[in-house]
């Protein structure tokens, strides 16, 4: 089994009245079924509303299925027991870099997690320093983390999850409220992880430039996995995605627009580099 | 009509250890219907800045002048130019609380001291020039989308009527659709009603795409101020302080290193398109 399973993943949010009626029932997880290997960088696509941020959330039991299974590592995540493994497992960084920092200290703050599940004392200074030299914040760690950038603050959160040595980290469109810089220095982090650490990394956004070095590319809509592939099969069905809300890099864009006016450029570039040379064998 | 700000500085917890000077000496004309895109690192003092501009924090010196008038004259109108020039903060859908999409509209008319029935004739124009179906009005805005919700959140202030619209990160968050929505809302807003648009952004590819002019902040300074294609030839220096170029400016630079003769200057896809196509020819 891999280290995520899902088998008809079911998610309803339910609202319900003063009375405790019931009101209205949305679903935003619908019988999804869904595969990650251990060792694989995931991205997730979807609209705002297609079900990323709830499928995040189960994976990290943070919620639970109303219906179907989801297996962490092996674990199901509904039975109550395991709950505490899963989160040890897999770790979460949310969109909000102010609001998952909760200590004055950075180095404290990265301890705060091993330190909450009885790892020892030298150890515990040990892993805070592994994890803040693996996302290049161990020169910021007597830092207060409101003296620090957001893309320094999401690599803070992301070394308080790796403390916990997880398997698997969940980002949430860590990206979302960065500049470029942070915006780059986040993703290369993750990158890093996953070729580096061997860490699972599930990497939920919207922006189409982050997708293109993952492994695999899944994209939601209304709580199902209606797409999946390797970024360049799944940027290449342009249509699909802009059903779907979605959209494909910049580069993709042009060198399609290029090839249309007449360049015979080859089919699949999504990047600059592959645009540049390209191009630059055609003038050859 | 302009707003002008004249050698204004704005020092945060002055004379305390955590001083912090967040705009430095800053002199900027913002002329009437002009598309602006403000950018800058985080800390940079952009949000100061914008905050500045409705009047919202007082500059320590210097002064801002709304249409000739001295803001911090003590006849001066502050409240009203609230509503003159309105601002949507970041994730303004947190913002929302009314029981009804129209309901929140009407809040700020209604503010305004406008009646009941011309607070609600402004929702009315305000959501439908944002492009909310009817059909949602009456709707809690809290069963929307996130890119609607935002919508909702922007005729907040469209209904103010306000001469000057400021939006720090509209589109951060939403979906690549929702995002090319809400930017052609605004220069629609810009175009057909003349409203004057500060953006402030952390795509580099939205404002080459939208805007006519960009402010760069650094340190609290205005590091470049210019029209797109001029600001992004300082990549370089963009990058030393924490921002970037749009990709199409990278590409442009990396094809004239492989000898393909380029314009430098292009900064979005059509310009790209043109110049890649003519070097070809």
Redesign the interface.
Known sequence: MGIIKARQLVHEYIRRDEEGNVESISTALDHLNLDVEQGQFIAVLGHNGSGKSTLAKHINALLTPTEGTLWVDGLDVSDEENVMTVRENAGMVFQNPDNQIIASVVEEDVAFGPENIGVPTDEIWDRVEQSLRTVGMLKYRTYSPNKLSGGQKQRVAIAGVLAMQPKCIVLDEPTAMLDPTGRRDVIRTALELNREKGVTIILITHYMEEVVEADRVFVMDEGKLVMQGTPREIFSRVEELKHYRLGVPQMTLLADELRRAGLPLAGGIMTREELVEELAKLRA | MSIILDKVNYIYSPGTAYQVQALNDINLEIRDGQFIGVI????SGKSTLIQHLNGLVKATSGNIYFNGEDIYAEDFDLKGLRTRVGLVF?YPEHQLFETTIFDDVCFGPKNQGLSKEKAGLRAFEALRSVGLSEEVYYHSPFEL???QKRRVAIAGVLAMKPEVLILD?PT????????DEILRLLRELHRERGITVILVS?S??DVADYVERIIVMNQGSVMLDDIPREVFLHYREL?AV???AP??T??MH??RE???AVDTRATT?AE??DT??KA?V
Do not use: C, N, W
């Not at chain 2, 800058?40 to 800390?43: A, Y």
């Not at chain 2, 968050?173 to 929702?178: K, N, R």
């Open positions: 800058g690192h985080t800390g970041q989308s996130g890119g990160e951060a968050g939403l979906d690549p659709a929702g995002r952390h580099m590819e990058e924490g921002l970037a990709q199409v990278y590409l990396e094809l492989r000898g393909l896809l790209a398109k890649i196509l070809f």
